[in-house]
């Protein structure tokens, strides 16, 4: 379904916390939760290491990529 894809995803305004938190703590201890199903979590997954990409590149940075989305909804 639609809810599964992404569409004109934008990185929002609490990217930076994310960006603190991995750095911080870790990509083991850094889970995204969201209404969307589970055929939703790769899209997301993707999407933020994408930006996550962009971000290292940007800011000479050594983010580690997200590796924990929970999709909850059904």
Same mark, same amino acid.
């Given at each position: 379904s639609d809810f599964d894809k992404l569409? $004109?995803? =934008?990185?929002g305004p609490v990217f930076p916390y994310l960006v603190k938190q991995l750095l911080r703590f870790g990509p083991e201890n850094v889970h995204? +939760?969201?209404a969307r199903g589970p $055929?939703?979590?790769k899209v997301i +997954?993707?999407?933020i290491n994408s930006q996550i990409d962009v971000y290292n590149?940007? $800011? $000479?940075? =050594?983010?580690p990529h997200l590796t924990n989305v929970v999709g909850l909804g059904i």
């Open positions: 569409t $004109n995803p =934008k990185t995204i +939760l969201t $055929n939703s979590e +997954l993707d999407f590149e940007k $800011n $000479n940075a =050594k983010v």
